[in-house]
């Protein structure tokens, strides 16, 4: 199985502040047949069911403000939230969809000051 | 607008069986695999498995595959997980999913509200 690495587990940060938060995987998630890299991003709002973020490493979901910025390519993966906001008080989980069975990250929790 | 709602949870006792059913909405629910997923009262998220958009075929973690089966329902927009002989470990809230493209096997684009179950004596 891909192990997913999520750190910090916690962060609190101010609103207007730049935060990032890192994803590593075991095994690489870059597929050489469309150089994609298989690897989703969600939130959870205290709660709420997750939400998806980002796919394929850098995608933003329909609807999601563009201050969510996924980046990172192989084992290593970065979720920026470049202004962050009140709204943003979540979990964020990571997680690989490149091979079975599909893994999580243990998350990272927002905690806003 | 997609929706997802899943029922069937509730408290259940160790050694019992339980179905969980997932109505969908919104969307061709032929068109789409669909999983499950649970997240545990820790909050750690384990991928059940999933199944293909016609029923024909599954996949699962392999530490929950003896136990827990996957089915659809096309007709009735309907999924299913039929978990056995459920254990103290399996408490956790259940979370029906649909993957984000047509007729592929991907990112969980769509989660419902979740259904607690929660295995005690």
């Known amino acids: 199985d891909i192990v997913m690495t999520q750190t910090p587990s916690s962060q609190a940060v101010s609103a207007g502040e730049k935060v990032t938060m890192s994803c590593k995987s075991s095994?690489?998630?870059?597929?050489?047949?469309?150089?994609?890299?298989?690897l989703a991003w969600y939130q959870q709002k205290p709660g709420q069911s997750p939400k998806l973020l980002i796919y394929?490493?850098?995608t933003r979901e329909s609807g999601v403000p563009d201050r969510f910025i996924g980046s990172g390519s192989g084992t290593d993966f970065t979720l920026t939230i470049s202004s962050v906001q009140a709204e943003d008080l979540a979990d964020y989980y990571c997680q690989q969809h490149y091979s079975y069975p599909f893994t999580f990250g243990s998350g990272t929790k927002l905690e806003i000051k | 607008e997609v929706q997802l709602v899943e029922s069937g949870g509730g408290l259940v006792q160790p050694g019992a069986s339980l179905k969980l059913s997932c109505v969908a909405s919104g969307f061709t629910f032929s068109d789409y695999w669909m999983s499950w997923v649970r997240q545990t009262p820790g909050k750690t998220m384990e991928w059940i498995g999933d199944?293909?958009?016609?029923?024909?075929?599954?996949n699962y973690a392999p530490s929950l595959k003896n136990r827990f089966t996957i089915s659809r329902d096309n007709a009735k927009s309907t999924l299913y997980l039929q978990m056995s002989n459920v254990r103290s470990e399996d408490t956790a809230t259940y979370y029906c999913?649909?993957?984000?493209?047509?007729?592929?096997?991907?990112?969980?684009?769509?989660w419902g509200q979740g259904t607690l179950v929660t295995v005690s004596s």
């Open positions: 394929l490493a850098s």
């Open positions: 095994q690489s998630l870059l597929y050489s047949g469309d150089q994609k890299n298989y």
């Open positions: 999913t649909r993957e984000g493209t047509m007729g592929m096997t991907d990112w969980f684009a769509y």
């Open positions: 199944i293909k958009y016609d029923g024909s075929y599954t």
